[in-house]
C-alpha cells in the first residue's frame, strides 16, 4: 500500500521517464506532491449560456455539437478541425489548431462543457483550442480548478492523477497542530487542508485551506527562528578582550558617522560577551559597512586571533585587500589574498602561514572555502554580500574552529516588515547615515524618444573624464522572439555602430568567472569608457570614475534592484547621474519609476517596493538560507504573520525546546534543513 515516503515512479501512469519530470520540480515522493501547491486557480465552478460569455474572459459554456467536425491542412505541419456548438441562447464556432483527434472526441448531437477564452463578438462567439469534456462529468469543468507550475512534457492532467493518489494517503496521517490549538486559530484540520488547496469543493473551502496552510508555514517557521535564537543566545564564542575602538578610528583619515560608530560598539559588545556573534550590518549602498569590518577585524588581530572576509568575486576580494591592507598594516597585522587565481606556490606560502598562526587576517572568495585553507586560531569570519552564498558556504567556513563569531554584510535594504523573516535568527545593526562627502545621484524617468539626447549626454559625460554603465534586462534575444525587451549583446553592438569613438565592454551572466573579473577589472582601471551589462554588477566594485547609470527598460526591475545599480555610481568626487529608460504606458509602471526619482533612501525605497511589487524582489533567488514560503504572501498575509509569530512564542514558553510536541519539532526541522541545502 502506498504512503507518502512512496516513490513517484511507482504511482499508476508515471514510471522511470515521467518521474524524472516531476523531479524537475522538486517531487520526489506522494509527501513532495502534496506540498507541491497551485500557484493559482481557475474557477470553472459557474457555467454560463453562450449568449453570457463574456468577450475576451475565460468561461465555461454547456452546448450541443451541432456538426460533424471538419479537418483539414491549412499548410504542412498545421490542420485546423472546425465545428459548430449551440444552446438555448445562441451558438458559437469552435477552432482546434493541431488537435486533428478532436474530430473523433466530439460527437454531434452530444453535450459538453468547453472553457476557454470567449472571442468573436456579442454576435458571433467563438472558442479556439478551449478544453472540453463531456456534460456532466465534473473533471476539468464546473469546479474549482488548480494552476500548478509545470515542466515541458508534464501536463496538468498528470499532476491531478498524482495528487489523488498522494491524497489517499492522509488518512495516515496525524495532524501536527492539536484540536485546541486549531480551534484558538481558527485552522482546519490538516486532512481538509491539502484535499482543498489541491481539489477545492467550492470558494469557502478554498479561503479556510489557504488558512490553514499559509499559517502553518509562518508558524514553523517563527518557531525555528526563536530555536535558533535560543541556541545562539547560549553558544558560547571565542572570548576577544575590549580595545578602545578610539585607538582604531584614529588610523582612518575621516571621521566615522554615528551609525557607523553604533554598529562598532554593537559588535565589540558581542565579540568581548563570551557568546558566539551572529550579527548583520545592513546599510545602503555606500553607508560604509567596510569600515565596521575592518574594526572587527582590528580587534581580533589585536586579541592575537584570527579573522577571515569572503568576498562573492575576485574583484571585490581585491578591492577589499586594497583598503583593508594598508589600513591594518598601521598597526603591524598583516592581511594575506586569497581567490581562484592566486598562484599555486604563493597560494601554499599563505596557507602554511595561514595553518602556523603566522598570519592574522585573509580576505578571500569562495577560494578561503578549500580544505587546505586551515587556521591556527580562528575567532571571526565576516562575509560581504551574505546573500550571494548559500548557507552551507558560510557554515563551511565559520567551521575551521570552535566557537567563530560571525558577521554578514548586505547592501540590499530590506523592508522592516521582511527583516525578521529574512534574519530572524540575526541580531542586525543598521547603517541609516552616509558618509560625509557622498553626493546625492540626480536620476530621471525617461522613455526612449530621448534617445539622441541620452547618447549626447553620455559623450559629454565620457569627454569630461566620466564612465557609465549601461545595464539592460536580458543577456541576449533568441532569433525570431517577439520579446522588444533591451539586450546587452545587442545593445552593445548597436551602441558601438551609433558612437564609434567609445571604447565599450560587454558583461553578462553566461561570461566564465575569469572573463567577467576581466571586463569589470578593464572597466575599474579606465580602459573602457562604457560597461553595458545585464544586472551582474548590481553588487560589485568601487569604479571612482563612474558617473553616468543607464538602465534600459527599468520597468523590468524591482525598485530596491534599480537602487542597487544606481549605488554603482556617485562614488568619487564627479557629480553622477541615473538615467531610468521606459516606454510604459502602464500608471502604475510609471508612478513606481516616480519613487526612484523622487527618493534616495534605500530602506524608504524597499518599503515603496514591498507594497508596489510584494515580497518577490526580496526573496527572488537569494540564497539568504532561511525557508521559502510556497503560499503565503507577504504583502497580504502580514496579519496572519503576527498571530503566527505570537502563538510561537506563546508555545515555546510553555514547551521550550518543542519535547512534547514531536510532530511540530521534526517539521521545523525538516524546513531548515531544506532550506540550508
Not at 565589540?268 to 556573534?277: E, N, T
Request: glycine share 8%.
Amino acid at each position: 500500500m502506498a504512503d507518502l515516503h512512496t516513490d513517484i515512479r511507482f504511482l499508476k501512469g508515471i514510471g522511470e521517464k515521467k518521474a524524472l519530470l516531476f523531479h524537475k520540480l522538486g517531487i520526489f515522493t506522494l509527501g513532495d506532491c502534496l506540498e507541491y501547491f497551485p500557484r493559482d486557480y481557475e474557477d470553472r465552478s459557474h457555467i454560463l449560456p453562450i449568449r453570457e460569455g463574456p468577450v475576451g474572459e475565460n468561461c465555461c459554456v454547456r452546448a450541443l455539437v451541432g456538426s460533424d467536425p471538419t479537418t483539414r491542412l491549412i499548410r504542412r505541419g498545421l490542420t485546423v478541425t472546425k465545428l459548430r456548438a449551440f444552446d438555448e441562447s445562441g451558438s458559437m464556432e469552435l477552432t482546434f489548431f493541431n488537435q486533428p483527434y478532436v474530430k473523433d472526441q466530439l460527437r454531434q448531437g452530444q453535450e459538453y462543457v468547453f472553457y476557454g477564452r470567449m472571442g468573436g463578438n456579442l454576435l458571433r462567439k467563438q472558442m479556439t483550442n478551449p478544453e472540453f469534456e463531456p456534460a456532466g462529468k465534473g473533471a476539468i469543468t464546473g469546479r474549482i480548478l488548480p494552476v500548478y507550475r509545470l515542466t515541458g512534457g508534464l501536463s496538468r492532467k498528470a499532476l491531478l492523477g498524482a495528487m489523488g493518489q498522494a491524497l489517499d494517503c492522509t488518512a495516515q496521517m496525524g495532524d501536527r497542530l492539536t484540536d485546541e490549538f486549531r480551534a484558538q486559530h481558527r485552522l482546519c484540520p490538516l486532512r481538509d487542508a491539502y484535499e482543498n488547496i489541491h481539489f477545492p469543493q467550492d470558494a469557502q473551502a478554498l479561503a479556510a485551506a489557504r488558512r490553514r496552510v499559509i499559517f502553518e508555514e509562518f508558524f514553523t517557521f517563527a518557531c525555528g527562528l526563536q530555536l535558533m535564537q535560543e541556541q545562539d543566545r547560549y553558544s558560547p564564542g571565542v572570548s576577544l578582550q575590549w580595545y578602545d575602538p578610539q585607538a582604531f578610528y584614529r588610523l582612518l583619515p575621516f571621521a566615522p558617522t554615528g551609525a557607523q560608530r553604533r554598529a562598532v560598539d554593537q559588535a565589540f559588545a558581542d565579540l568581548c560577551s563570551g557568546r558566539r556573534m551572529n550579527r548583520l550590518i545592513q546599510g545602503d549602498v555606500g553607508s560604509g559597512k567596510t569600515l565596521v569590518a575592518a574594526a572587527c577585524l582590528w580587534l581580533a588581530a589585536k586579541n592575537g586571533k584570527q579573522a577571515a572576509l569572503m568576498a562573492p568575486t575576485e574583484l571585490l576580494a581585491v578591492q577589499h585587500h586594497q583598503s583593508l591592507a594598508p589600513l591594518l598594516e598601521q598597526c603591524g597585522f598583516s592581511c594575506g589574498l586569497l581567490t581562484g587565481s592566486t598562484p599555486k606556490k604563493q597560494r601554499q606560502t599563505l596557507c602554511d602561514a595561514l595553518a602556523a598562526g603566522a598570519l592574522p587576517l585573509v580576505v578571500g572568495t569562495h577560494a578561503l572555502l578549500e580544505q587546505q585553507v586551515q587556521f591556527d586560531r580562528l575567532a571571526l569570519t565576516i562575509t560581504d554580500e551574505q546573500h550571494r552564498f548559500g548557507v552551507r558556504q558560510r557554515q563551511i567556513l565559520a567551521g575551521k574552529a570552535d566557537q567563530v563569531h560571525t558577521l554578514v554584510m548586505s547592501a540590499t535594504p530590506i523592508p522592516r516588515t521582511l527583516a525578521l523573516l529574512l534574519y530572524g535568527d540575526m541580531a542586525v545593526s543598521i547603517l541609516d547615515e552616509l558618509p560625509p562627502g557622498r553626493k546625492p545621484v540626480p536620476t530621471y524617468a525617461v522613455d526612449s524618444r530621448y534617445r539622441a539626447r541620452l547618447d549626447a549626454f553620455l559623450l559629454k559625460q565620457v569627454a569630461a573624464g566620466g564612465q557609465a554603465y549601461i545595464v539592460c534586462p536580458l543577456i541576449e534575444t533568441e532569433e525570431g522572439a517577439a520579446d522588444e525587451r533591451q539586450s546587452a549583446v545587442t545593445y552593445a553592438q548597436k551602441l558601438q555602430q551609433r558612437l564609434p569613438q567609445l571604447r565599450i565592454g560587454l558583461m553578462h551572466g553566461r561570461l566564465k568567472a575569469g572573463e567577467k573579473d576581466r571586463v569589470m577589472a578593464s572597466f575599474a582601471q579606465g580602459e573602457l569608457d562604457v560597461l553595458v551589462s545585464t544586472t551582474v554588477i548590481e553588487v560589485g566594485v568601487n569604479v571612482p570614475r563612474a558617473t553616468l547609470m543607464i538602465v534600459e527598460d527599468a520597468d523590468r526591475f524591482g525598485l530596491s534592484q534599480l537602487h542597487q545599480l544606481r549605488g554603482r555610481v556617485g562614488r568619487g568626487t564627479l557629480q553622477s547621474y541615473c538615467v531610468l529608460v521606459s516606454d510604459s504606458q502602464n500608471e502604475k509602471t510609471r508612478r513606481r519609476l516616480q519613487v526612484m526619482t523622487q527618493c534616495s533612501d534605500g530602506f524608504r525605497i524597499a518599503e515603496e517596493d514591498l507594497k508596489l511589487r510584494g515580497p518577490g524582489d526580496f526573496f527572488g533567488d537569494r540564497q539568504h538560507g532561511l525557508p521559502q514560503f510556497k503560499v503565503a504572501d507577504l504583502s497580504n498575509d502580514i496579519e496572519l504573520l503576527q498571530e503566527a509569530q505570537q502563538a510561537a512564542k506563546d508555545l515555546l514558553a510553555q514547551d521550550p525546546g518543542l519535547l512534547q510536541h514531536a510532530p511540530l519539532r521534526q517539521r521545523v526541522e525538516q524546513l531548515f534543513a531544506r532550506a540550508q541545502q
